[in-house]
């Protein structure tokens, strides 16, 4: 096997500290020419769809890529903006916004930079240009709170399938889970606290978070676990008794069970419960996207407010708001705890080229 090497590699390169976000991905476009080969990507994870391979292979390429992509594109179409897709739209601004803070403590010696499980920027395209300048030690920082395999377990196997093709790997720290951070949860909380402020508190606080197959739960998955811990804490955070907020799961996909409540059922049964007024968060999406804008923004406001309900509010993500990056800034901090890196490798370079080193 022919291993990767460092292009722009030199003995005399300063070495550095690499923090890499990833988020989940997006289309290059609302089209369904665009969405075809992204779905295609995402939909052939096996991590994402735990179903025998050949099997799958047959549904995917058979039936699925057939008639989801032009469904998908509709709905891209309606949160596309002049810059693009959303979620690519706030990653960025979140990795600016994380960079100035890295820079600010740490100076030149840390580079921070985003990429997409799926789509682009890919993890590999990016490793390749971090690792070009001269990153020795990286922190991987999944932007998923809630720990699932199908995301933070997927996004590592995909930084591990890089690795795999390298001759001189970084040194690694990955960052699983942040559910129950306190200033993770202090800042969802402030975030409700300051929506009340602006359109008063609703009788229900929603908190949905994206499902999964009930079969990866019992499969030993915490992703369950971990989004009702976050709701429990927020929930005590803002005072709200065990009847003033419940959580749901969204986006689910296919004929099987997947984690209940399902968001959209239970959104369309609270009037005649008499739950009328409601404002919903989604504490497990980092970005607003398309399952933000879209399905909960405008699909499940239809089905409450067609259900009889007078009031429904969705309360955004955590996007690049200061507290957002506050706390990621934290978590980065925490992870670079005990690593150094060495600006001036002239001592490096002198003695690789009295051993005939080209550079």
Known sequence: MKYKSNKGFSHSQADKIGVLITNLGTPESPTAGALRPYLKEFLSD????????????????????????????????????????????????????????CKDAYGDDVIVD??????????????????????????????????????????????????????????????????????????????????WLEHGKAQLLVLSYHGIPKRYLMNGDPYHCECHKTSRLV???????????MTTFQSRFGREEWLKPYTDETLKG???????????????????????????????REYFMDAGGEKYQYIDALNSDEAHI????????????????SSDNSKRAGLANMLGASN
């Open 235 to 245: 929930a005590q955070k803002l005072g709200l008794s065990h009847d003033e907020y």
């Open 46 to 101: 096996p991590r994402v769809v735990e179903v025998p391979r050949l099997l799958w292979w047959f549904i995917l390429n058979g039936i699925i890529l057939n008639i989801r992509p032009k469904r998908s594109a509709e709905a891209y179409s309606t949160v596309w903006t002049d810059e693009g897709s959303p979620l690519l739209t706030i990653t960025k601004a979140q990795s600016l916004a994380l960079a100035e803070k």
């Open 114 to 195: 985003f990429a997409m499980r799926y789509g682009n920027p890919s993890v590999t395209s990016v490793l390749d240009n971090m690792l070009e300048k001269g990153v020795r030690k990286l922190v991987v920082l999944p932007l998923y709170p809630q720990y699932s395999a199908s995301t933070t377990g997927s996004t590592f196997d995909a930084v591990a399938k890089d690795f795999t093709q390298r001759r001189w790997l970084p040194e690694l720290r990955f960052v699983n889970s942040y559910n129950d951070r306190d200033d993770y949860i202090e800042a969802l909380a402030d975030k409700v606290r300051a929506h």
């Open 270 to 300: 609270l009037p005649e419960k008499g739950i009328k007024s409601i404002q919903v968060m989604c504490p497990g999406f980092s970005s607003d996207c398309l399952e933000t804008i879209e399905e909960i923004g405008e699909e499940n």
């Open 326 to 341: 506050d706390m990621l800034f934290s978590i980065v901090k925490d992870n670079l705890h005990g690593w150094h890196v």
